[in-house]
């Protein structure tokens, strides 16, 4: 069964503490790895794809990168700004299908 | 603003009543998807259409039905509600009925069954 785990589900940072985001998939193969932020209340905001392990992507102080089983967000110089709960999706190959099956999120918290 | 709008934002119903929700895509896009997100789920896939014809089924309920109109609005229809029901739904919509494309969320609509 294709499957994302997130880890940690919380993470509390200082401004300025850099840290990283785990997301481990078990898919029979991808077609590719989404992350998104969600702010309470709100929808899913897109903010990478990746498609093979070894591809890297950056958007200002965040960073996704893609192995053969995970992807981890680093997140670089954080701002209380960049709290918000971060989402992992990847989509199967295989049939005809686009929908995304998501992990449950991590939580960042970001003091100033 | 992502370019995806949903109505209504918030709803709250009894048990037993039909409600619909709507979506509007991306100018655009022609695949739609809905999702369901609960507390202790996270977010899961219900149903995606594309451009009018039902393209994947997830873990979409029997009482649970959508739609896609010929101007590629959705309308997802819930019924004999339970309070289990009560969540986010929320609308997506992509280019392309497959292929990783990324999908673009609507504001949600908040359901509540009372």
């Known amino acids: 069964e294709d499957q994302v785990t997130q880890s940690p589900e919380a993470l509390r940072l200082q401004e300025g503490e850099s840290s990283s985001l785990n997301c481990s998939y078990t898919v029979s193969g991808l077609r590719g790895l989404f992350w998104y932020r969600q702010d309470p209340g709100k929808g899913p905001e897109f903010l990478f794809t990746?498609?093979?392990a070894g591809e890297e992507k950056e958007k200002e102080r965040l960073k996704a990168t893609l192995t053969k089983k995970e992807s981890f967000l680093h997140i670089t110089a954080p701002k209380p700004e960049d709290s918000a709960t971060y989402l992992c999706a990847v989509q199967a190959v295989g049939g005809s299908q686009g929908n995304l099956i998501f992990g449950k999120g991590t939580k960042l918290s970001v003091k100033p | 603003d992502s370019g995806v709008t949903q109505t209504p934002k918030h709803l709250i119903t009894a048990t037993g009543q039909r409600v619909t929700l709507r979506c509007s895509p991306r100018s655009g896009d022609l695949s739609v998807y809905w999702y369901q997100q609960s507390l202790d789920q996270g977010l899961q896939f219900l149903i995606q259409?594309?451009?009018?014809?039902?393209?994947a089924k997830g873990n979409i309920l029997e009482r649970f039905s959508a739609q896609q109109f010929p101007d590629l609005h959705s309308e997802l229809n819930l019924s004999s509600l339970e309070l289990g029901d009560s969540a986010l739904y929320f609308c997506?919509?992509?280019?392309?009925?497959?292929?990783?494309?990324?999908?673009?969320f609507g504001p949600g609509t908040r359901l509540t069954v009372t």
């Open positions: 990746l498609y093979s």
């Open positions: 259409y594309y451009n009018g014809e039902e393209r």
């Open positions: 997506a919509s992509s280019v392309a009925a497959s292929g990783a494309y990324e999908q673009y």
